[in-house]
């Protein structure tokens, strides 16, 4: 080994070999996610997703709730079938929600609100559809923050809110997917 102590290219070259070597073996071991075919055989986590019946979510009726309810659900259906036709289920998911406003910035002297966050609280739980029985359970929040760009646009706040809102739903609806791609690969 004398030969590596007197040329630090060759020495350098050595180091880069060995690396390169390590990382094609460790490469090896890890698969992606949500890839189509598994490295082990085991089944894809696509079809598994999409066999997963989402429910309707309860909320009062004409309320922003039972907007936001929906939009929660379709964005659920988009992320689990990929936008494609739905696989029979073989499970089916139910979701709770529930939602707050809160005032986090107050104008002192009109005394109205300039920043507001909006927050979406849910619970949700997987039943597997043969045996009746839940298999995965959870909760999800999200709190999105929208501004109030003056006191005069009273329009431009309402869809601010509504914004916040979309954000909020996508946000649970990628939590919910993460969770059951996780169940779906793990087991657990």
């Known amino acids: 080994m004398w030969w590596l102590e ?7 070259a050595g180091r880069l070999a060995c690396i390169m070597c390590l990382g094609g073996l460790v490469g090896g071991c890890f698969q992606p996610l949500y890839a189509e075919h598994s490295l082990t055989n085991s089944p894809a986590i696509g079809p598994a997703l999409a066999g997963v019946d989402v429910a309707q979510i309860a909320a009062p009726s004409g309320s922003s709730e039972a907007r936001v309810a929906v939009e929660v659900r379709n964005q659920l259906l988009f992320d689990l079938t990929g936008g494609a036709a739905a696989a029979p289920p073989t499970h089916r998911l139910a979701i709770r929600m529930s939602s707050t406003r809160l005032s986090v910035i107050v104008d002192i002297n009109s005394g109205r609100p300039d920043v507001e966050d909006y927050g979406l609280n849910v619970n949700y739980t997987l039943t597997e559809v043969k045996s009746g029985k839940a298999v995965v359970s959870g909760v999800t929040s999200a709190r999105v923050s929208y501004d109030i760009p003056g006191q005069a646009q009273r329009f431009a706040r309402a869809r601010a809110l509504r914004d916040s809102e979309n954000r ?4 649970i609806a990628d939590n919910i997917r993460a969770r059951l791609a996780s169940y779906f690969v793990a087991g657990t």
């Open 6 to 12: 007197r040329d630090p290219m060759r020495r350098l």
């Open 168 to 171: 909020a739903a996508k946000l």
